[in-house]
């Protein structure tokens, strides 16, 4: 594949018309947020404006040509490579046989709560996370029990010890997001066990989200749960292709669990729902992990990367803002406290004056309260764009 240079227009450069296409960032932000559909900014729902890597839409397409769409003969090719993939990139080899495959990571997230809590237990959260995890465990008729992370500096950091008093022996499981949704932390290795000490003490199964895992900044290196020692006996670990290769429409992920007591209890969940995988998802997760979807991989975060600076020049100018450090994701966290505006004035001035729907704050739970969450996965003009609305939209600050 011929490596983009400083002279070719990037792929991600494309602006792909998303409206009117059964889109739930784009045709979904005037019934949410009220932002108009004909010249708004989706920068909410946590999916990415760019094309798959071309292996992706040739699977599709072989599909398409043969024409008859019946059951697959099952996993193993995926399992597979998803055990090449988590070696060559981050230094771990899952067994395929430990590879379960859920329709998505929420759904692999609420089979965890099914298998290994009861109605009434505690499910520690560390907040402010992804909302979908408290949305599933209370639906479930579980308690969120919310640790909060201490903002030191610009980043979040764990507190352990105030999260041991926290705790009351009725909580069974523990959710970590890692990389972290919506803060972009990278996780280092002593913080890493730090959590996998906490889960230890109080006795509760970890289940470790790393959807974001391949999407680091340059510099940054994700480390994965699995390779803290001591560890494996409880915790089972979330991966998937879909936010890597922005395929989330696919559904499909990865749920891995190497000790054999807490497999044996994911699969019987699994056997009782009665789950199985798509055909369509495992064609697409299968031919994306591969050589032509690493050098993209690496090829959209160095586009990210560019869209982060950007981002965080603009946001830099406008005083009172300020936006966290961004070491993984492609979601900038905006902290809108400094302006010592409402909350309500602030979203008027984002969602009606500058026209962007927007993640609020406060849906990831207890210290997201002065927060906005901004999705920079798209093409480089309109994270532009939405640099000049939000400037003219505070421009009385500046």
């Excluded at 292996?55 to 397409?61: S, T």
């Excluded at 099914?114 to 237990?121: L, S």
Aim: charged share 25%; aromatic share 8%.
């Amino acid at each position: 594949m011929t490596r983009q240079t400083p002279h070719t227009p990037s792929r991600f450069d494309e602006i792909v018309e998303r409206r009117g296409t059964d889109c739930a960032k784009w045709d979904l932000m005037e019934p949410v947020y009220g932002v108009p559909a004909e010249d708004g900014l989706a920068m909410w729902v946590a999916d990415m404006d760019f094309r798959p890597p071309r292996v992706v839409q040739q699977a599709l397409e072989r599909l398409a040509a043969h024409g008859i769409y019946g059951y697959p003969a099952g996993t193993r090719a995926q399992d597979e490579a998803v055990s090449r993939w988590m070696t060559e990139r981050h230094g771990w080899t899952p067994d395929p046989d430990h590879v379960f495959t859920t329709h998505g990571l929420v759904n692999g997230t609420g089979i965890c709560v099914d298998a290994y809590t009861d109605p009434g237990d505690g499910v520690v959260l560390f907040t402010p996370v992804y909302h979908a995890f408290a949305r599933v465990i209370r639906a479930a008729g579980r308690e969120v029990v919310e640790c909060e992370l201490t903002l030191e500096g610009d980043s979040y950091v764990p507190d352990f010890e105030a999260w041991d008093a926290q705790m009351t022996g009725r909580e069974r499981m523990m959710i970590l997001c890692s990389p972290h949704n919506p803060g972009g932390r990278v996780w280092t290795r002593a913080e890493l066990e730090g959590w996998a000490a906490f889960a230890k003490r109080h006795d509760l199964v970890l289940v470790s989200d790393e959807i974001h895992c391949d999407l680091t900044m340059p510099g940054q290196e994700h480390l994965a749960m699995t390779r803290i020692e001591g560890v494996a006996d409880r915790l089972v670990m979330l991966t998937a292709t879909t936010k890597t290769f922005n395929i989330a429409g696919a559904h499909i992920g990865n749920v891995i669990i190497a000790d054999p007591e807490l497999r044996a209890r994911f699969a019987s969940r699994m056997g009782a729902l009665g789950i199985s995988p798509s055909s369509f998802g495992l064609a697409m997760a299968t031919a994306a992990m591969s050589a032509e979807g690493a050098a993209w991989v690496d090829e959209l975060r160095a586009y990210l990367d560019g869209n982060r600076r950007l981002f965080d020049e603009g946001i830099a100018a406008i005083p009172g803002l300020r936006s966290m450090p961004l070491e993984a994701t492609y979601l900038s966290w905006v902290d809108f406290e400094g302006l010592g505006m409402s909350r309500d004035e602030v979203l008027e001035r984002v969602e009606t004056q500058a026209r962007i729907a927007v993640n609020h704050g406060p849906t990831f739970g207890k210290g997201g309260d002065h927060f906005l969450r901004f999705n920079l996965a798209t093409p480089r003009a309109r994270v532009k764009e939405a640099v000049k609305r939000l400037q003219a939209a505070f421009a009385d600050l500046q």
